[in-house]
């Protein structure tokens, strides 16, 4: 908006080819309605010299005019008015535009939008209607030496602005250098060897170790020598790029100002060199990055690599005022206390193996497992150099910890934290569509991940989580864990005649931020927590505050009293203590085995699980005594009932719950822990989310990636199995065992469009040329290696073996099917689990991957419309030797009859003669490859002969030399296609 009305923005190009026809279309636009408030810019193909004055009594008549940055008249470097630009100008008058080039302080003497070899014009135009004269900042056209169009800029005052005078300056982020290391920490080091730690307050000491870490980084570290002030979009500019576009862009200032031809030319000739060299860089950046994806294993490594050719981009509005930042996070942060605080004698419990000193293996533990490239908090040092710092600072570092465990205090900065919104959906102008995430300062996150190696090896050695089916970041657990255990215990009761099981997944309402940190010491007393380590969690909570990351600073701070802090490693563990009572509170259940089960938690995502609606209204009723006593709220629009049953909801009308009072939603699905559960346990619905998911992935994020030709096809492939394979194919380990189309339509939407194939190209064909299995036989090897591991490795009182073992002795589900494909295959499978089910199962993978490709070669053999199949070798392995990815692709083409020509195999009814020679053939392969006259000096080129007998053409398309086929195509379908385009064949 502009002075409250709207603003229209016409981009337009002008296509000199076809100037007169979108010139009447954009004439056309402008005239069926009246646009005022428009900005008309882009390239014009049209020169209007130094015309379109603006008589003086226009400005004179207008106060608002006259305070305008802008002159009545035009300067112009270039002269020259044609019949377009004389037709444009008439075109402005007539829709009240003004042209700003050459008219504004930014571009005063109306410089060249476009110089070339060809010559130098100003072409790129920029108009507004009058009434957007005063609301004009400036316009200028600036330098670029990428392209021969330079851009043109408009900057202008518009009503919507953001106050930023709350926003107080961030510190840089602290840049580490591995080359910096050995320099790093024999500076420390001698700074630190004079330094008596006893000596300043116990408080000041990890403050004072971190200024020793900034005095001895060099200042100018992580900082380019840039004179343009110019930061690379792309990771292959490197230095020789910036100086050659340096040299270029100093030609370019110099030709601005002197007009000189030699000039011109020398600018010309250095940005032809500055262009070239962009684009080895780029290609050789591209060629080492993939083959180091294919050859790379370790997993950092790879994601390191990946990362490199994936852009990263945070959306956030900046039209969002900081203090309404501000405000937000102080009500998520502080939700209020809805109940009487507890009050109770704090007792006073000894536990040697909490209370003892923090030890150097332990430091030296957390140290290594602490992550590199992560932000840090208002310290502005990362994790990095405390890692790589010398011993004397560690020793330093726990000294300092000891002192504060012992006497339960921690200095005022680890109470800091930087919160940082990250856009969720919805509105970018609302605060409540962001998510928060905290920064701490790394020595914070440090002292914590001791004191979380401390308590998790308590509550493991304490065996607390027994009966406690808790799976939320705990060590060998996972969400899928749940999953399992959940479809298990649902397949088991549909065992049992008419059985319905009642889930109610619950969705608490901020649930880490609602936490009483009052009631939190409380229950971690109870649970029998030394003194001394509940003393070192409360000093922690002490006094928190943050301050809220935007608008390129930060908002002041505010104090957070309630929740678990957002960013420490120790919250989830802390969440999961504090509800650890709520399964015996709510009670109900239902009975698997031996066992009842009443609640599955993975952090604060819950599910209560009943076979009777009277008693899930009953256990729903006690989850809201116990929300309302400690302080959590539930999100009813988001808290639903899933009745599970093999005919879906029917007969199940009738069956309705209350919330306090409230009713709660019952849905047919419900999106647990990442995969759509719906009523009837059928995955085709969450398969074809993840459908929708894997194909943007491919067309936007992933595009410039697999559709770059310089990187090789494993590294490809690789990134598609990490990245694109993984989406479709999460929560395998569940249903793997069934083959799902939804699944394998990912793969071949990716294959198609790597090798930009037809959408019929035959799917046993695809999978012969490429080599690649299916994604069943990849998700069923996952199943089996999950179950195997859950039913050799997992301890027999966990919730995942129990129902595998229940499923396995009913030989229902997965087991069932697994007993099937055995028949199926031949393959023995022992009725109970042992450790030879591993050999057993790996026999039966082979066996369905084998009989995949026996399948996909009888119906290659056999093909309806395509005979030439039946010729072709499929142990061929052009996909992997030494030819470009363009050479690939038409080779594939050529053996998949998937050129464009007259005839498509999948196509009846359509006249396949070829239209370039009289020899009233079908255009197909074998014609315009073998035998259409209209080539044979190609084929005298590439092949050695005018003709091919039908032997030397299978000979050709099975291997007897790939490049001159592939070239030979390339240049004979190029030269048929024009001689189509030119006499309309």
């Known amino acids: ?209 971190i200024q020793c870490i900034c005095e001895c980084v060099p200042s100018r ?46 600018y010309l000739r250095e940005n032809r060199l500055y262009k070239a060299l962009c684009k080895k860089e780029e290609i050789d950046f591209f060629k ?46 502080n939700p209020g206390l809805d109940v009487v605080p507890i009050l109770w004698v704090e007792p ?35 994790s990095e150099f405390l890692k790589n710092s010398p011993k004397i600072f560690q020793d330093y570092l726990l000294y300092a910890f000891n002192e504060f465990y012992n006497r339960g205090i921690v200095p005022s900065s680890f109470g800091k934290s930087i919160v940082f919104p990250i856009f969720k959906k919805g509105d970018l102008g609302s605060p409540s569509n962001y998510r928060g995430i905290s920064f701490l300062n790394s020595v914070c996150k440090i002292y914590t991940a001791l004191l979380l190696l401390r308590l998790n090896a308590w509550v493991e050695s304490r065996n607390l989580w027994k009966g406690i089916n808790q799976a939320g970041f705990r060590k060998g657990h ?49 649970l029998g927590l030394s003194s001394k380590f509940v003393n070192a969690i409360k000093s922690l909570y002490c006094k928190t505050e943050a301050s809220v990351w935007c ?173 694109i394979r993984s989406v479709i194919c999460y929560g395998c380990q569940v249903w793997g065992y069934e083959l799902f189309e939804e699944a394998e339509k990912l793969q071949r939407f990716f294959m198609k469009r790597i090798f930009n194939l037809p959408r019929n190209c035959p799917t046993y064909f695809l999978h012969l040329e490429t080599g690649r299995s299916t994604l069943f036989s990849f998700s069923l090897k996952l199943h089996f290696s999950y179950i195997l591991n859950v039913l050799l490795n997992h301890s027999k009182d966990r919730l995942t073996y129990i129902t595998a073992m229940e499923v396995v002795k009913n030989k229902i589900s997965w087991f069932q099917s697994w007993l099937q494909l055995a028949e199926r295959f031949d393959v023995l499978l022992d009725n109970y689990p042992s450790n030879i089910w591993k050999q057993q199962t790996n026999k039966l993978l082979s066996a369905v991957i084998n009989n995949e490709k026996e399948e996909f070669l009888f119906l290659a053999k056999h093909a309806q419309y395509h005979e030439q199949f039946n010729s072709l070798q499929f142990n061929v392995s052009y996909m992997f030797e030494n030819l470009s990815f363009e050479c690939k692709i038409l080779i594939f083409k050529i053996r998949g009859e998937m050129l464009n020509l007259n005839y498509k195999p999948w196509l009846t009814g359509t006249n396949y003669t070829c239209s370039l020679c009289n020899l009233n053939k079908i255009e197909n392969t074998f014609h315009f490859i073998a035998e259409c006259p209209i080539f044979n000096n190609y084929r005298s080129r590439y092949f050695n002969k005018s003709s091919l007998s039908q032997q030397e053409f299978f000979g050709m398309l099975n291997g007897s030399n790939w490049l001159n086929l592939a070239l030979y195509t390339k240049y004979a379908l190029m030269y048929r296609n024009m001689l189509v385009a030119e006499f309309n064949y």
């Not at 230095?239 to 000189?260: E, I, P, Q, V």
């Not at 039209?319 to 942060?333: G, M």
């Open 551 to 723: 608008n390129g600073g930060l908002s002041s701070s505010f104090a957070t009293e309630m929740g678990v802090r957002q960013g420490c490693l120790l919250s989830p563990l802390l969440f999961a203590l504090f509800i650890l009572d709520l399964p015996e509170y709510v009670g109900g259940g239902l009975m698997v085995g031996q066992i009842k089960v009443n609640t599955l938690m993975y952090a604060d995502d819950i599910v209560l699980l009943a076979e009777d609606a009277k008693v899930l209204q009953l256990m729903i009723q006690r989850l809201g005594k116990y929300a309302d006593y400690w302080n959590l709220r539930i999100n009813l629009k988001k808290t639903n009932i899933v009745i599970f049953r093999k005919c879906g909801l029917r007969n199940c009308a009738g069956e309705k719950w209350t919330y306090n009072g409230e009713p709660i939603e019952v849905v047919r699905s419900y999106n647990y822990l990442g995969i759509n559960l719906n009523s009837t346990l059928n995955f085709k619905v969450h398969l074809k989310e993840k459908l929708v998911v894997g194909r943007r992935c491919i067309g936007s994020v992933w595009y410039n990636f697999f559709k770059n030709n310089f990187i090789s096809l494993p590294a490809k492939y690789k990134i598609f199995d990490a990245v």
């Open 478 to 526: 996972s969400a899928i864990d749940h999953v399992f255990s959940l479809v298990n215990i649902i397949k088991l009761k549909w065992k049992q005649r008419k059985k319905k099981v009642y889930a109610l997944f619950v969705d608490f309402k901020a649930a880490f931020d609602s936490v009483d940190r009052n009631a939190l010491i409380y229950k971690l007393s109870t």
């Open 288 to 333: 080492n990055t993939g083959n180091q994806i294919s050859s790379v294993k370790d997993g950092g490594q790879f994601w390191k690599l990946v990362n490199r050719c994936k852009s990263k981009t945070f959306l956030c509005s900046n039209k969002i005022a900081p203090n309404l930042w501000r405000d937000y996070f102080i009500s998520l942060y």
């Open 221 to 266: 570290i992580g900082k380019q020598n840039n004179k343009l002030n110019f930061k690379a979009r792309n990771s292959w500019f490197d230095g020789d790029c910036m100086k050659a576009r340096y040299r270029s862009f100093s030609l370019l200032k110099l030709f601005r100002k002197t007009n000189s031809t030699i000039v011109k030319a020398a």
């Open 348 to 382: 006073s419990v000894s536990d040697p193996s909490l209370d003892c000193p923090f030890r150097e293996e332990e430091l030296s533990l957390v140290l290594s497992q602490a992550k590199d490239n992560k932000e840090p908090g208002m310290d502005r040092v990362p």
């Open 1 to 209: 908006l502009v002075n409250n009305k709207l603003l229209h923005i016409l981009p337009v190009y002008l296509n000199l080819g076809n100037w007169e026809c979108d010139f009447n279309n954009v004439n056309q636009l402008l005239n069926q309605k009246d646009y005022s408030s428009l900005i008309f810019i882009g390239d014009c193909n049209a020169m209007v010299g130094e015309r379109q004055i603006i008589p003086d009594e226009i400005f004179c008549n207008s106060p608002e005019l006259v305070k305008a940055e802008c002159s009545t008249v035009r300067k112009s470097k270039d002269l020259k008015l044609d019949a377009r630009g004389k037709k444009l100008i008439e075109f402005f008058y007539l829709y009240n535009l003004v042209i700003l080039n050459g008219r504004t302080p930014g571009d005063e003497l109306g410089e060249f939008t476009y110089i070339s070899s060809n010559g130098c014009s100003v072409i790129d135009l920029c108009s507004v209607t009058s009434d957007l004269i005063p609301k004009i900042k400036n316009f200028k056209v600036d330098k670029q030496v990428f392209s021969d169009h330079m851009p043109i800029i408009l900057h202008m005052y518009c009503s919507e602005t953001c106050n930023n005078d709350d926003v107080l300056p961030l510190l840089p982020k602290l840049q580490w250098n591995i080359n910096m290391k050995c320099s790093f920490q024999d500076k420390l080091k001698r700074q630190l060897e004079t330094f008596d730690i006893s000596s300043v307050n116990v408080l000041g000491s990890t403050d004072y170790l």
